[in-house]
């Protein structure tokens, strides 16, 4: 079982930046992807960004690309989201998984296995 703590959300103006943590505990994830999701009031969850087990490779929304860094430090457990030039529609609550399975990095809602419960991000205009 694994336990995931998100940390780091609050308000912010437009064009600010924010980082965001994720840790992990009840056993290493350092084998596994992991990701960034939000979700807005009356939207869907949406996928905001990967990493795969080595942070070598990652991947991100089409709406943050370009603003939005993700990262990790495995001998801490722990992800992290750095959000730059930010946008009032970036306001969400933000979620970060783990991959279910070892050394697969995807996009997808559904392949996510462990998810924390969210923090929140709101970013004035």
């Known amino acids: 079982q694994v336990h995931l703590v998100e940390s780091g959300g609050g308000l912010v103006q437009a064009g600010g930046s924010l980082r965001l943590s994720c840790a992990a505990s009840g056993r290493t994830v350092s084998s596994n992807s992991m990701a960034w999701f939000r979700q807005a009031p009356g939207k869907e969850r949406e996928f905001v960004a990967a990493?795969?087990?080595?942070?070598?490779?990652?991947y991100y929304g089409d709406s943050v690309k370009g603003r939005f860094t993700i990262s990790r430090d495995n001998a801490k457990n722990t992800v992290y989201l750095q959000m730059n030039s930010l946008k009032p529609e970036d306001t969400a609550v933000y979620y970060c998984a783990v991959h279910r399975t070892f050394g697969v990095i995807s996009t997808v809602r559904g392949d996510y296995q462990y998810w924390g419960q969210g923090t929140q991000l709101t970013v004035s205009s």
């Open positions: 990493i795969n087990w080595s942070g070598g490779s990652t």
